[in-house]
């Protein structure tokens, strides 16, 4: 009886230690793939800062150089502006295919590498 009680409680133990492993490897996994996505968005958010100050600095040039040849300078930062308008409204018209859909899948494709 002290033989099958002794296998008994080896099981358990073996059962126990599973389910810790297995939970630890969970965690781990979830660290891992957390902290891949995290970096990678951190990376692309800090190269669009980049860009968007590189993009303020050419579009504060193109208005001025319009505005000169127009003859007056707020011209220029009008039509530039214009510009962002249409822009802004065709990225709302198509939010959902041009940026929801493709980082949701950059998301989705980290998480699952």
């Not at 230690?17 to 951190?42: C, G, H, M, P, Q």
Request: proline share 1%; glycine share 4%; no cysteine.
């Amino acid at each position: 009886m002290d033989n099958k009680a002794t296998t008994i409680e080896i099981l358990f133990e073996k059962a126990e230690n599973y389910t810790r492993t297995t939970i630890e490897l969970a965690r781990l996994n979830f660290i891992d793939k957390s902290s891949d996505v995290l970096s990678s968005l951190i990376s692309r958010l800090v190269i669009a800062i980049v860009f968007a100050m590189f993009i303020l600095l050419l579009n504060f040039g193109i208005s001025f150089w319009i505005g000169e040849m127009l003859g007056n300078f707020f011209y220029g930062f009008f039509i530039v502006a214009s510009f962002y308008l249409i822009i802004s409204i065709l990225l709302y018209s198509y939010k959902d295919q041009w940026i929801k859909l493709p980082v949701s899948n950059f998301i989705i494709g980290k998480m699952l590498k």
